[in-house]
T-cell receptor
Framework: GAVVSQHPSRVICKSGTSVKIECRSL??????MFWYRQFPKQSLMLMAT?????????EQGVEKDKFLINHASLTLSTLTVTSAHPEDSSFYIC????????????FGPGTRLLVL | KNEVEQSPQNLTAQEGEFITINCSYS?????LHWLQQHPGGGIVSLFM???GKKKHGRLIATINIQEKHSSLHITASHPRDSAVYIC??????????FGQGTRLTINP
């Protein structure tokens, strides 16, 4: 199946700093990428949907100025957590869907963020 | 009530047992997805189905559109099948709506 990578896999940062997470589709063109957050023992929560070349669509309750999403190419989307705080500590997962993939979403391995 | 409900929430079984995880949904869908999340967090898409039944190795997924119900079966379960299994539904090219997951533990 198609491969989606995320970088970094884990990050620890100080409160107030910004963290950038990359999501790449390695062997297909991802016209749509999704960013999820998952707290321990909870299900995935969709944060935003991004289509290549256009602004991301954020879910209700997700601050777009805090979670900056850029989907500048068909293989790369980035999520930047700005001025991170301990409550932003979570597991962030991206998924990608290509124009030819139908509704199949391919998930990245996730990024574990710990804000001290 | 959640739009996607899974049962059971937790399931522990012995190696070799036949496993069934259920998923019911209350909205119109275009496809239903079964996902597997291992303890490290990575998610693998197991099945996407809109009707009937699909089989991959020891895994079988069925869906009944009229009853809005799907089941995931694992035959000859093995400790490496231990994971969280997530049911999700999609409506066209829209976002996925997730169930709360079923935590499966297979003991040797």
């Amino acid at each position: 199946g198609a491969v989606v990578s995320q970088h970094p896999s884990r990050v620890i940062c100080k409160s107030g700093t910004s963290v950038k997470i990359e999501c790449r589709s390695l062997d297909f063109q991802a016209t749509t990428m999704f960013w999820y957050r998952q707290f321990p023992k909870q299900s995935l929560m969709l944060m935003a949907t991004s289509n290549e070349g256009s602004k991301a669509t954020y879910e209700q309750g997700v601050e777009k100025d805090k979670f900056l999403i850029n989907h500048a190419s068909l293989t790369l989307s980035t999520l930047t957590v700005t001025s991170a705080h301990p409550e932003d500590s979570s597991f962030y997962i991206c998924s990608a869907r290509g124009a030819l993939a139908g509704e199949t979403q391919y998930f990245g391995p996730g990024t574990r963020l710990l804000v001290l | 009530k959640n739009e996607v409900e899974q049962s059971p929430q937790n399931l522990t079984a012995q190696e070799g047992e036949f496993i069934t995880i259920n998923c019911s949904y209350s909205v119109g869908i275009s496809a239903l997805h079964w996902l597997q999340q291992h303890p490290g967090g990575g998610i693998v898409s197991l099945f996407m189905l809109s009707s009937g039944k699909k089989k991959h190795g020891r895994l079988i997924a069925t869906i009944n559109i009229q009853e809005k119900h799907s089941s995931l079966h694992i035959t000859a379960s093995h400790p490496r099948d231990s994971a969280v299994y997530i049911c999700a539904v999609s409506q066209g090219a829209q976002k996925l709506v997730f169930g709360q997951g079923t935590r499966l533990t297979i003991n040797p």
